[in-house]
């Protein structure tokens, strides 16, 4: 049965903290695949988006200022932190109602199942990006590729393809897995290392 976008929220929580909880404590300055960014940049930034879709699930808010270092979202231990934030998370999870409610989201006024899109889909995708910087290996499970899939499907190319979503598509080898394929979309290399 495919993933609704609670589902696709809540197995992403999971899916990237068994990613945190494998990253070494000298492995946070490590690169990330994210131009730029550090592994705690990512997980700041992630950290961010999660905030955002705990606003949503809890009715929408208007300030949605990310962090700028994304790593100055954290405060303190990196791994504690990310921990804290699923609490809070989870805790938003357990009382939604009504996917189809209008919230305030970024991207203004949307459904709680199209606010909850975009944060759902960066636990997997930047799940990667830290599992590349600290040397793990991932694989989506097949109703997050689909639902990824699903999502970029409604989404322009001029949308995908701009600072801040996806860089230009990176070509996988034939034969690649989805998850490989799904990465060479998001604008990574799948064979990237720090």
Request: charged letters at 20%.
């Amino acid at each position: 049965m495919p993933w609704n976008a609670l589902d696709m929220y809540n197995n992403g929580l999971t899916f990237f903290s068994d990613i945190v909880a494998a990253v070494p404590d000298d492995g946070w300055a490590v690169a990330s695949p994210c131009e730029g960014w550090s592994a705690l940049d990512v997980l700041g930034h992630v950290g961010d988006a999660t905030n955002i879709g705990t606003r949503i699930l809890r009715g929408g808010e208007r300030d949605f200022n990310p962090h700028n270092p994304p790593s100055s979202a954290i405060d303190g231990n990196a791994a504690q932190w990310w921990a804290a934030t699923v609490a809070e998370a989870r805790d938003a999870l357990a009382n939604v109602i009504d996917l189809d409610r209008e919230v305030d989201s970024p991207a203004g006024r949307r459904s709680v199942r199209d606010g909850l899109s975009f944060p759902a889909v960066d636990l997997f995708l930047h799940g990667w990006d830290l599992a590349a910087s600290s040397g793990q290996q991932v694989t989506f499970p097949a109703e997050a590729v689909e639902y990824i899939r699903g999502i970029f499907a409604e989404v322009p190319e001029e949308v995908t393809r701009r600072p801040g979503v996806f860089g230009p598509a990176v070509d996988v080898p034939a034969g690649s897995d989805d998850t490989a394929q799904v990465i060479g979309f998001a604008g990574r290399d799948p064979a990237w290392t720090p």
